[in-house]
């Protein structure tokens, strides 16, 4: 059974940062490739970033400079460090591998 634990989401002042958690199990996670996925309200849901098995990384355009992606496999873990943050950042952040996905960590940038 696939399991995609996140955490890490909150509450924080516009130039805060966070960092997301996601801790697979059920996968060979050092072969898969990982993502994060954000839906705010009302948008549909679109890729953040995404990490390769081999350690590539992409990233949306409105995130390059303030988000990191990087990965621990001996750890099964996958991270979104998110740094200045801004309003329209505020969604819930989605973990994604292949066709399975986490249950969602909020991330609400208010000041």
């Known amino acids: 059974q696939v399991q995609l634990v996140e955490s890490g989401g909150g509450l924080v002042q516009p130039g805060g940062s966070l960092r997301l958690s996601c801790t697979a199990s059920?996968?060979?996670?050092?072969?898969?490739?990982m993502a994060w996925y954000r839906q705010a309200p009302g948008k549909e849901r679109e890729l953040v970033a995404r990490?390769?098995?081999?350690?590539?990384?992409n990233y949306l355009d409105s995130v390059k400079g303030r988000f990191t992606i990087s990965r621990d496999n001996a750890k099964k873990t996958v991270y979104l460090q998110v740094n200045s943050l801004k309003l329209e950042d505020t969604a819930v952040y989605y973990c994604?591998?292949?066709?399975?996905w986490g249950q969602g960590t909020l991330v609400t940038v208010s000041s």
């Open positions: 994604n591998a292949g066709s399975y």
């Open positions: 059920g996968i060979i996670f050092s072969i898969t490739n």
């Open positions: 990490i390769s098995d081999g350690g590539n990384t």
